[in-house]
């Protein structure tokens, strides 16, 4: 056990936190220890998703003094090998990296590297991620050698070593306690930078903002402010800029060979970077900043990382950089949305930020389902960190959010899993959209929180949790049936509303249970009818799925999607407010449809056949779901 005061402290707050008290001192230890470490890595990211960690920790061979596993991507925690796929689909390249934490008196490096990398036992995560990168239609994505690292934990701190060899690349590092205590301080963003910098202009202190400065530093100076004692880039240094490292785009490549072949010119290329703080001092032109966070100018900073790791000689760049003294948390948004608006954003980044984000947010917190631990919807990285009344479990992230929604009410439970870029994606028009009810969105967010609560009380389900999307769409669907289009406002909200009533109380413990042994018991049949080797990969097969969905229904599709209408738009106009209305014609009466139920329909809609569905009682029909054909 850990012997600083401090860090022993914080292990049985994140004990108590994540009701851990009842494991091992020795499994809390190793948890701790991969949350701490891995958490540099991709912040904010093992505070959301449980099985991640949980694979990270208790998914690796015994007997050999492991720690954890974890594989990256592009700086993304893995979590399957489809992440691979939707990662490839975004970035066009792979930087892989393979991380092993392990006690030093068990087993040595190479041990390590050939029992993980190259053996690697059937039936782990890990293997099947390794597997999968290795496979020819992925070695052709490759950006570069994977890395692989190892990291011993023991009483005394080493130097780090490399590692050569024709396949990969890599370090041996050991850490210490003391190690392990400073990244966990930098973790909490705790943390003070000094940038030097050659030249400066003082703006003094503005309106809701402190000291603001913009400098001329060396490139080397920031390089410094943005890496640790081990050379790895602090990541949760970004934690408040709307996108990550975008990787081998045009811009970030054209970046890099200037700084290769034209460094000194580099300064008039770039537009240089911004960085907010809590505090902010200027002192023998020298920038003291307190808990710095880059809002502006990821891809800079990585790319001046990824130069100066390969060798490469940065003494004579330099590069502008803003410093604000930000007092305000909304100080900080309103920088971050000024000074991302002139680039192109992946579309996922500003997602959270809309409105109806927001909306949903206030929406939640004032929601309280009896039977049910509320639910809390955490938009912006951290969001709830200070609030020690709300458990981690109560948190609901964007990416569960939108992967319980396609589970739940997208029909499509058998991609769920993907990567939430995909997704927001594949469901830009369908989720998420303004005129949307609350309530589903509530549901899937309460039913997916209080599952993780469920499941970190009752060990019998711990063969469900690769399952845990399947199980949310069993639930819902064996209590209520199909659910009703999410854009039938009326028809879903009382749906919803049914549904929480039905799971108040007890209720939901039980139907979860129900729904665990309906799963087993389809997933059994699945087999026998298939054979054993179909008893692997389900969780993202469609196959699988259609199964699943004939043994629920009988068929396939839903009666729910079986009222849909055809017709031709007769006139679009607008009220004395401004929105758009209209008619299509049907019998025995024309259809109204407005702008309010259709929030893509525009006034080119006039003349053209359409699709829609039927909602509201009798005299008072509207259309709804009306999609040009």
Known sequence: MFENPILKAWLNEYSKE?????????????????????????????????????????????????????????????????????????????????FILAYKKKISADELISEVYHKRQDGYNYSEIIGYFQTQRIVARWEGLPSINIIFVAEEKAEAQSIKSKEYTGS?????????????????????????????????????????????????????????DDGLIRANIFDDNVRDYQGETDVNQEMEATLSANPVNFVLFNNGITIVCDKLVSKNRELIIKNPQIVNGCQTCNSLYKVKRKGNDLSQVQVIVK?????????????????????????????TIRRYHKELEDFFNIMQTEGFCKVYYERRSKQYARDNTVKPYQKISFRVLIQSMVAMYMNHVEISHRHESKLISDYKDKLFVEGQSYFPYYVAALLASNLEYIMKQDHSLNDMRPYKMHLLFLIQEMSMGPAPDIDDKERI???????????????????????????????????????????????????????MLKKMRGSIVAEVNSNV???????????????????????????YFNELDNPDMDISYEGKKVSFRLTGKAGKIRGINVRIL
Request: glycine share 8%; net charge negative; aromatic share 10%.
């Open 18 to 98: 994540n009701e851990l008290e009842g494991n091992s001192s020795l499994d809390n230890e190793r948890r701790y220890i991969d949350y701490i470490y891995f958490s540099q890595i991709q912040p904010d990211r093992l505070d959301r998703d449980f099985d991640l960690l949980n694979q990270i920790c208790d998914e690796v061979p015994e007997g050999m003094g492991l720690i954890g596993i974890a594989i990256t991507m592009n700086g993304q925690l893995l979590s399957t090998r489809t992440d691979i796929d939707d990662i490839l689909q975004k970035d066009g390249q792979g930087r892989f990296e393979v």
């Open 172 to 228: 041996i590092q050991q850490i210490n306690e003391e190690k392990l205590y400073a990244i966990a301080q930098a973790n909490r963003k705790e943390y003070q930078a000094a940038l030097e910098y050659q030249d400066s202009i003082e703006f003094g202190k503005l309106k809701d903002a402190g000291q603001v400065y913009v400098v001329l530093c060396s490139a080397d100076s920031l390089v410094r402010i943005i890496t640790n």
């Open 323 to 351: 410093v604000i003294e930000a007092t305000k948390p909304e100080v900080t948004q309103g920088i971050v949305k000024g000074t991302n608006r002139q680039n192109i954003v992946y579309e996922e980044a500003f997602e």
């Open 493 to 547: 909200e009382e749906y919803c509303k049914k549904l929480l009533k039905l799971l108040g109380g007890s209720g939901y413990k039980q139907a979860v249970l129900r729904a665990a042994d309906r799963f087993r018991q389809i997933m059994n049949q699945w087999v026998a009818a298939r054979g054993s080797d179909y008893r692997y990969a389900i969780k993202d097969n469609p196959e699988f799925k259609d199964f």
């Open 565 to 591: 209408y055809t017709g031709r738009v007769m006139t679009v106009t607008t009220d004395k407010h401004g929105n758009l209305f209209g008619f299509i014609a049907h019998k025995p009466e024309n259809v």
